[in-house]
């Protein structure tokens, strides 16, 4: 049974960071490409950042230069650290596998997680 379980999320001021955590299993997670979505209240579902199993990533123009997606392969968990966090980040935050080699809608990923709230509040 695949598997995807994510953490970190949390309640945090402006300007504050947050390191997200996303745990895969039941799946060959090295092989895949991954990405985190986020969806915030009453709007739909956008990807803020991709890594594919290369090592390539991509990012939403809205975090460029403040979120950083990376995975470990040997433990099976991707990341997203986001620092400079604002009340606009608010959002659940989902993490999505993808067989395709360079996925490019949320389509392509066939595995999901649960999500992990963050919200950006004083």
């Known amino acids: 049974e695949v598997q995807l379980v994510e953490s970190g999320g949390g309640l945090v001021e402006p300007g504050g960071s947050l390191r997200l955590s996303c745990i895969g299993s039941?799946?060959?997670?090295?092989?895949?490409?991954m990405a985190w979505f986020r969806q915030p209240p009453g709007k739909e579902r956008e990807e803020v950042a991709g890594?594919?199993?290369?090592?390539?990533?991509r990012y939403a123009e809205s975090v460029r230069g403040r979120f950083t997606i990376s995975r470990d392969n040997a433990k099976n968990t991707l990341y997203l650290r986001m620092n400079s966090l604002q009340p606009e980040d608010t959002a659940m935050y989902y993490c999505?596998?993808?067989?395709?080699?360079?996925?490019?809608?949320?389509?392509?990923?066939?595995?999901w997680g649960q999500g992990t709230q963050v919200t950006v509040s004083s």
């Open positions: 890594i594919e199993s290369d090592g390539s990533t």
């Open positions: 039941g799946f060959r997670f090295s092989g895949y490409a």
């Open positions: 999505a596998a993808s067989s395709r080699f360079i996925p490019t809608t949320a389509a392509d990923f066939g595995y």
